[in-house]
């Protein structure tokens, strides 16, 4: 296994409202993105890809129930795609698991017209950017 760098990101622990609604949806993507699941227990479930593994948890401390990505915090998360035609397949099978597409009236170039993204936002208001890689070039 390819020995950690310092700086790079260890993990990501995201409290959510819902633990089988998120395993819904962020495991479907996440599964989907190369990622395979890593740990589970009674109040979470983690997915990893390489050394870097993010964690989803429904913590008895949680305050809300619904994350607000306009507030402090975090925002979304953003995911590397392979082609255009595979970001694509995941917008179109994203609202069986959950995600709902942001800005259809802008899709795929809301970011701008020389980025080829999907924005998702699940049930419970947390959002996904998708970005191809590469979507100058035909896949």
Same mark, same amino acid.
């Given at each position: 296994?390819?020995?950690?760098?310092?700086?790079?990101?260890?993990?990501?622990?995201?409290?959510?409202?819902?633990?089988?609604?998120?395993?819904? +949806?962020?495991?479907?993507?996440?599964? +989907?993105?190369?990622?395979?699941?890593?740990?589970?227990?009674?109040?979470?479930? @983690?997915?990893?890809?390489?050394?870097?593994?993010?964690?989803?948890?429904? +913590?008895?401390?949680?305050?809300?129930?619904?994350?607000?990505?306009?507030?402090?915090?975090?925002?979304?998360?953003?995911?590397?795609?392979?082609?255009? +035609?595979?970001?694509?397949?995941?917008? @179109?099978?994203?609202?069986?698991?959950?995600? @709902?597409?942001?800005?259809?009236?802008?899709?795929?170039?809301?970011?701008?017209?020389?980025?080829?993204?999907?924005?998702?936002?699940?049930?419970?208001?947390?959002?996904?950017?998708?970005?191809?890689?590469?979507?100058?070039?035909?896949?």
């Amino acid at each position: 296994m390819t020995r950690p760098h310092t700086g790079m990101l260890h993990h990501v622990e995201i409290w959510v409202p819902d633990l089988e609604r998120a395993v819904v +949806s962020f495991g479907w993507l996440l599964e +989907s993105l190369g990622y395979t699941p890593f740990q589970s227990w009674t109040n979470g479930r @983690s997915w990893q890809l390489g050394l870097t593994y993010l964690v989803f948890e429904q +913590s008895p401390a949680l305050t809300a129930d619904r994350h607000e990505r306009c507030r402090p915090g975090l925002n979304h998360l953003a995911f590397h795609v392979e082609g255009t +035609s595979t970001l694509d397949a995941l917008v @179109s099978e994203a609202p069986r698991h959950g995600w @709902s597409l942001m800005f259809p009236d802008r899709h795929p170039h809301a970011g701008g017209e020389q980025i080829y993204a999907a924005y998702l936002e699940n049930t419970d208001g947390f959002e996904i950017e998708l970005v191809a890689i590469n979507p100058s070039e035909p896949d």
